[in-house]
C-alpha cells in the first residue's frame, strides 16, 4: 500500500510495499513515487498516474508490467481510490499485488495450449472431439483438426454441424454400436469401416475412439487413419497369395498326374515287355536238347533277374502313384501304405479303418493319402517312435483322418516355422480343398496329426 500527495510525493506506505519495491521506508517517505522505477521507465510510469495525481479518476484496477529501480521485471496488479479527511489535502491511495507468478503460469498455459493446438492441427490422423451422451451415443463434433476437414472435405464450421453418424455410413452402425458399448466399459476401442466424404465418397479407414471427462462432461476423442493404401496393399497381397496357392495347387495337379501317368506307362509297358520276354525264354528252355544243360542253367539265373526286373517295375510304378489307390480307393491304399511302411521302417502300425468303402473324390482322396504319406515320412525321420495309429472316420460330411505316433513331439516353432515346407505343403494341399489339418505335439508323448476334408 502507497499514499502519495497530489505532488507525486510518497506520504505513506507499508511494510509489503518496502519488500516489493526492495527499498527502506527512510529511501521513499518524500521521494516522488517514481524512485522505485527504473530511470528508463520513470516518465512512462508518471505519466500512468498523472492523470489520478490531477484528480481525475484511474481504472479502479488495473495490471502492468513495471520495471524497477534494481532492473527487476514484475507484474503488478494495482487498485487506486482518492483519499482525503476534511482538513488535508486529497491523496491517491494505491495498492500492489505482486501478479508475476501468476503471469508467468498463464504464459506457460497460453504456450502449452499454443503447442498443443499446432499438434492437433499438424496432426497426419484426422482428429475431432464429440460428447459421449449417457445413452452411448456420440453428440454432434465440436472441434475437428485440418486433417480431418481435409480428408472429408469439409469446412470448419460444416463438419461442426456433423455428428459421427452422419458421416459414418448405415450399414456400419452396429460396428459403431459395438465400439461405443465396449467404450463404455474399457475407455478405448479400436475398429475399422469406412467414412463418407462430402462428395458421397467412402475412405477406409482406422479408428481410436478414447472416453475422457472434460468440465464434468463425457467426451469421445476420434482419432481416424486412412488406411486406402494399407488395404490396397493387403488387397494386392491376397491376390498374390491367392495366385501363388492356384498356382502350388495345379503344380501338384500336374505332378500326380504324370506320376500317374508314369505309373501306369511303366507297369503296363515295361511289365508287359517282361512278361511276355518271361515266356518266350521259357518256351525256348522248353525246346533245348539234355546235352544243352549248360545253357539250360544260364537262362534258370536269367529267369531270377526278369522276376527282379518284374517286382522292381511294380514296386517304382507303387511309390509313383500306388494303383490300389485308384482301383480300391483311400482305405485300402491307406492300410497297404501303413503295412509297407512297417515292412520298411519296423515302426508298427495300427490302422483303423471304416468297414465300407470311403467314396470321396480322386482329387481328394489322393491329397489325403499323400498328407498321410507325408505324416509317416516325418514319424520316421524325426519323431523316434516305434508305434503310429492310423484313424480313418469316414463321416457324413466329411472324412477325417488321424495320425498318432508316440514319439518325441513336434513343438510350435516346427510347426510354424516358414522352413518347414512339408507341413505347409501338407496343410495348402487340404486347404484348397476346402479342408483343415491341426498338429499339436506332446514333448515326449508324440504328435497327433488330424486332417480334416468335407466332401463338399
Ligand atoms: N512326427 C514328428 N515328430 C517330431 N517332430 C516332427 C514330426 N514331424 C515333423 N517334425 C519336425 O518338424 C519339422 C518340419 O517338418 P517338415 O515335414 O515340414 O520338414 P522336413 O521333414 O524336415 O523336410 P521335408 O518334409 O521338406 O523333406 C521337422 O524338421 C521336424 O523337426
Ligand atoms: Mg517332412
Redesign the pocket.
Given at each position: 500500500m502507497r499514499l502519495v500527495d497530489m505532488q507525486g510525493r510518497i506520504a505513506a506506505c507499508s511494510d509489503a510495499y518496502c519488500a516489493l519495491t526492495g527499498l527502506q521506508r527512510e529511501a521513499l517517505i518524500g521521494q516522488n513515487l517514481t524512485v522505485v522505477y527504473h530511470p528508463d521507465a520513470r516518465e512512462q510510469m508518471l505519466q500512468i498516474f498523472k492523470k489520478g495525481l490531477q484528480g481525475g479518476t484511474l481504472p479502479e484496477a488495473e495490471q502492468l508490467k513495471m520495471r524497477l529501480w534494481d532492473g527487476r521485471t514484475i507484474w503488478l496488479d494495482i487498485r487506486h481510490t482518492h483519499f482525503a479527511t476534511k482538513d488535508s489535502e486529497p491523496y491517491l491511495w494505491s495498492s500492489f499485488r505482486d501478479i508475476s507468478k501468476i503471469k508467468q503460469a498463464q504464459k506457460i498455459r497460453r504456450e502449452n495450449e499454443k503447442r498443443l493446438r499446432l499438434l492437433f492441427e499438424q496432426a497426419g490422423d484426422a482428429i475431432f472431439l464429440t460428447p459421449f451422451n449417457t445413452d452411448s451415443r456420440p453428440g454432434a463434433i465440436i472441434e475437428a483438426n485440418d486433417s480431418a476437414c481435409r480428408r472429408l472435405l469439409f469446412s470448419k464450421d460444416e463438419i461442426s454441424k456433423l455428428t459421427p453418424y452422419t458421416i459414418i455410413p448405415a450399414k456400419f452402425y452396429e460396428k459403431l454400436n459395438l465400439a461405443l458399448k465396449k467404450l463404455r466399459s474399457e475407455s478405448t476401442a479400436v475398429f475399422q469401416l469406412q467414412l463418407m466424404r462430402k462428395d458421397k465418397r467412402s475412405i477406409p479407414v482406422e479408428i481410436n475412439i478414447r472416453r475422457f471427462t472434460l468440465d464434468e462432461q463425457e467426451m469421445i476423442v476420434w482419432i481416424i487413419r486412412d488406411i486406402t493404401q494399407r488395404k490396397q496393399v493387403e488387397k494386392r497381397l491376397k491376390e498374390t497369395s491367392n495366385q501363388l496357392r492356384d498356382l502350388a495347387s495345379r503344380i501338384q495337379t500336374v505332378r500326380e498326374e504324370e506320376r500317374t501317368m508314369i505309373a501306369r506307362e511303366i507297369h503296363d509297358e515295361l511289365g508287359q515287355v517282361l512278361t511276355v520276354l518271361k515266356i518266350q525264354l521259357s518256351l525256348t528252355a522248353n525246346k533245348l536238347l539234355p546235352e544243352q544243360q549248360e545253357v539250360k542253367e544260364r537262362l534258370q539265373s536269367t529267369f531270377g533277374l526278369l522276376d527282379s526286373a518284374v517286382e522292381a517295375v511294380q514296386q517304382i510304378s507303387a511309390k509313383l502313384r500306388p494303383g490300389i489307390l485308384d482301383e480300391l480307393g483311400l482305405a485300402a491304399a491307406v492300410e497297404w501304405q501303413a503295412q509297407d511302411f512297417e515292412k520298411h521302417t519296423g515302426i508298427h502300425c495300427k490302422c483303423s479303418l471304416p468297414s465300407e468303402p470311403v467314396a470321396l473324390p480322386a482329387e481328394k482322396s489322393t491329397a489325403v493319402f499323400r498328407i498321410f504319406q507325408?505324416a509317416l515320412?516325418?514319424?520316421a525321420?524325426?519323431?523316434d517312435a516305434d508305434r503310429v495309429s492310423i484313424f480313418l472316420k469316414d463321416r457324413m460330411d466329411k472324412l477325417v483322418l488321424e495320425i498318432i505316433?508316440n514319439?518325441?513331439?513336434?513343438n510350435k516353432t516346427?510347426i510354424n516355422?516358414p522352413k518347414?515346407?512339408?507341413?505347409?505343403g501338407m496343410r495348402e494341399r487340404v486347404v484348397v480343398l476346402g479342408g483343415s489339418m491341426e498338429i499339436n505335439?506332446v514333448p515326449g508323448k508324440g504328435?497327433h496329426i488330424k486332417v480334416t476334408m468335407p466332401r463338399q
Open positions: 507325408e515320412t516325418n514319424a525321420r524325426h519323431a505316433d514319439g518325441c513331439g513336434i516346427q516355422s518347414s515346407l512339408g507341413i505347409l505335439g504328435t
